[in-house]
């Protein structure tokens, strides 16, 4: 019988901790699949986050270093210039990325440090509760904005990827959604693309990835489905923010 399908090699076969619903499992999956589709699985080092994905280590069949919350820039910058040969990815949350850890993507970016970021934006912190987060927008309802987040009071949503875009170090930025196959179509290919390049010496990559959190919204899994397109997609528009290279050759 002929196989059509299969489980990519660059993840382990165990179970993982997510919540049911939570698509950090389908990204896990893309950025596998893409390492192995490349044949650069065997040199890649992957830096996993303190947020939901920080058990990321036991998941991913490649080297893996743990970080301090939203250090993982600064540590993936140190394996990148020690192993220069490498491929080297962090793989982040919101919470670790866009708040603790602002400085060290901005910085990392900045630099054009020759590493891809894979950022999962689901607008909430995770693992810690369902507080607001630098994404939550404005009038969603978290721990800790339980009448809405106030702009008055706490600011404006942070666009990070339209933030690193301006940034000259940064050659590739996408923004994507896995909320439905055609959207997870364009999503591994955004994915496959930041890695493909950093395989030819290009600057920093990174792909955003609009996620949904059911447990901490509040919402079913299809439920919280339906807000993302509502919702986030219209504040965060999908698509390339920035592409110094074009087409991968």
Known sequence: MAVIFEPTKALLDVPTHYCPGCTHGIIHRLVGE???????????????????????????????????HGRAPAVATGIKRALPDNIVFTYQ?????????????????ARGEKITTIFVNNAIYGMTGGQMAPTTLPGQVTETSPYGRNIETQGYPVRVSEMISTLDGAVYVERVSVDTPGNVFKAKKAIKKAFE???KGAGFTMVEVLSICPTNWGLSPVEALKWLRDNM???????????????VK
């Not at 040199?43 to 939901?52: D, K, N």
């Not at 990325?97 to 602002?102: D, M, N, P, S, Y």
């Open 197 to 199: 390049l950093q395989t």
């Open 93 to 109: 949350g919101d919470g670790d990325l866009a708040a603790i850890g602002t400085a060290e993507i901005v910085h990392a970016a």
């Open 34 to 68: 893409a390492l192995e589709e490349l044949g650069i699985l065997d040199r890649t080092v992957g830096v996993a986050p303190v947020g939901c994905a920080v058990l990321a280590y036991d998941y991913f069949a490649c080297d893996m270093h743990e970080a301090a």
């Open 233 to 247: 997609i219209p504040y965060y528009p999908l698509g390339v923010k920035k592409d110094t290279i074009g087409e």
